[in-house]
């Protein structure tokens, strides 16, 4: 779907490039873009007026300069909040982005999406696939989350491509949830672990389940994920990713 394969290794920026700048910011996404990833992973919860916001956590309290949960608080109110000084006082003035500004943003590029459903309840799905649908995005995302019960609702009612994780790390979750999934996100630690042999590449591979991998932000854990065998990684700094998989003839871009 992706172009992705074992001699064209992808990468995704977390929550836009969430080492170097503050997360899930226009500032982290077009720093992201211009350093070439191939992807953007970043978080939807859903505001008190039904806007889906760009954020990971349920509250505003570590990444802005407010309080409260995203779910008590207007868009208007959300906008209002520095999503940037916190991370650094060069990002003072950053706000919190709704959907719609960040994909309108990406209809500009060629990125791709994961698109991770931080809010559970299926209206934040429900939102999601439109805004995705009406900005004419198919094709070039996918949905995440941690939760079972959210995947199994995305993938039955409306057939997009799911990106779950090894089932011990998803709430509520069973192996029939591999049955939704497109691919699955790893874990540096759970790479090679003998405790973990339900999350190596061909636990995944029989079941036609992509590998992804999450998160090597120097060079000895990104050896340790093209070891293990995936085909995309996020990362938080994507440059040593990029460089190693340039100079190993890895990646294509």
Known sequence: MF????????VAGHRGMAALFPENTMAGFAAAHKA?????????????DGALIVIHDRTVDRTADGAGEVRSLALSELKKLDAGAKFGPQFA???????????????????????????????????????????RLDGRYVLACFG???????????????QGFPARFMQSADDGVYAHLYSVGVPLGALNGAEYPDCRKGFFEKRGIDY??????????VIKCVQAGTTL????????????LKENKLRKR
Not at 106 to 132: F, G, S
Not at 212 to 221: H, K, S
Not at 233 to 244: G, H, L, Q, R, S
């Open 36 to 48: 070439g990833v191939d992807m953007i992973e970043t978080d939807l919860n859903v505001s008190n």
């Open 212 to 221: 992804w991998t999450y998160c090597p932000d120097c060079e000895a854990d």
């Open 3 to 10: 172009g992705q394969t074992a001699n064209n290794i992808l």
């Open 148 to 162: 079972a019960k959210a995947v199994e609702y995305a993938h039955t009612v409306y057939g997009v491509p799911i």
């Open 93 to 135: 003035g950053e706000r919190i982005v709704s959907f719609d500004e960040f994909l309108e943003f990406v209809k500009t590029t060629d990125l791709t999406l994961n698109v991770e459903i931080k809010d559970y309840a299926p209206e934040c799905t429900d939102k999601a696939v439109k805004a995705l649908r009406d900005a």
């Open 233 to 244: 990684m996020t990362c938080n700094d994507p440059f040593p990713a990029m460089k190693y």
